[in-house]
């Protein structure tokens, strides 16, 4: 019998990629999507439509006994969810308690990030809350998977990151660039995701994966090497300053957009989120995109 696996934030970007991974797995999928959405969405009306997978509609924010009624029969919670404190750590700690209500054994939560575990409280707001809503798994019938990929290329290498930029043709990084970095590309976590759902030995522990891990001296010849154009260098200071600069922007910042930013920089470029012993090698069906081929194809 196939496994059924529940996604919540089916909708979304990552999401609606996990399940097409699970449904191409064989794996029996429910997605739970909110109301206005029932189509599934742009994302997902394609196997919506055709009956691939199965709807219900509602909310992380629902009572635990109506979600526990979503998860009858299903072994495997995933979710993908985004948002704030409502959604991450009180919604996600309501799908928990639903999961146990329901008697499902495993679940992987929307983390997905550089290793969030090794970062303290207010290192990265938004990492806070994941690490807030992982802490609900302890003592839990619910076994958790944490699945972390380190920056997604497709993030890390935009404009709004502030590193590559084309148009003023520099490359800019704080620290000393030779800090080794993990990036995944966003279809591959959502393969490395779903074959970890589908991966009884996941119970419990972390599964850790990374298309590329390079320092930034080495993305830099790498971004050059793809464009064919020369890009600048720029040092903007050491992981001090960096935190610094953080701080300062805080004092003013209208909304966390404003550093957050900088947070995963920091993680990532001190080394303290880095991902720890790669995973990779469960999963060998899976040839993860390099940033070299990641860029070749833009
Ligand atoms: N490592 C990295 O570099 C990196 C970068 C970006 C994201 N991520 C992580 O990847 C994960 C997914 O992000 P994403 O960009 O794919 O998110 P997204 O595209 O914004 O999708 C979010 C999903 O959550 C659903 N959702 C939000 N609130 C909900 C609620 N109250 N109840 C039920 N569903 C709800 C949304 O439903 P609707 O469609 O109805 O709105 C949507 O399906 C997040 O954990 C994010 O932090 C990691």
């Keep these: ?8 934030g089916a909708t979304g970007n990552l999401g609606s990629k996990i399940v097409t991974e699970l449904v191409d797995r064989g794996a029996t999928v429910r997605v739970l999507v909110r109301e206005g959405k029932a189509d599934g969405g742009d994302a997902l009306r394609h196997l919506v439509s055709t009956g691939v997978v199965d709807v219900v509609i509602g909310d ?3 009572d635990v006994a109506i979600l526990a009624g979503h998860l009858e029969g299903v072994d495997v919670v995933v979710s993908a969810v985004q ?3 409502d ?4 919604g996600q700690t309501n799908l928990l308690r639903a999961a146990e209500a329901a008697g499902v054994t495993r679940m992987i939560p929307s983390d997905f990030s550089a290793d969030l575990h ?4 207010g290192d990265n707001l938004f990492l806070d809350m994941r690490k807030k809503a992982d802490e609900a798994f302890a003592g839990s019938t619910v076994k958790p998977t944490f699945v972390l990929n380190g920056g997604f290329m497709e993030v890390m290498l935009a404009p709004f990151m502030g590193i590559v930029d084309l148009e003023h043709g520099t490359f800019s990084y704080w620290g000393d660039g030779e800090q080794a970095l993990d990036f995944t590309s966003i279809p591959d976590t ?3 995701a779903a074959a970890a759902a589908l991966d009884e030995s996941a119970a419990d522990r972390t599964v850790s994966v990374a298309g590329s891990v390079l320092t930034m001296t080495q993305l830099h010849a790498e971004v050059e090497q793809a464009t064919g154009r020369t890009l600048e260098i720029r040092e903007l200071g050491t992981v001090d300053d960096l935190r610094a600069e953080i701080e300062r922007r805080k004092q003013t910042a209208t909304n966390p957009y404003e550093f957050v930013s900088l947070q995963y920089q920091w993680a990532m470029v001190t080394g303290k989120a880095k991902l720890q012993n790669l995973n990779n090698a469960d999963y060998p069906d899976i040839t993860p995109t390099t940033v070299a081929e990641f860029l070749a194809t833009r």
């Design 1 to 8: 019998m196939s496994t059924t696996v529940f996604v919540a």
């Design 60 to 62: 992380l924010s629902d």
């Design 83 to 85: 948002g704030g404190p």
């Design 87 to 90: 959604v991450i750590v009180d």
């Design 118 to 121: 090794r970062l303290d409280y």
């Design 190 to 192: 959502a393969a490395y």
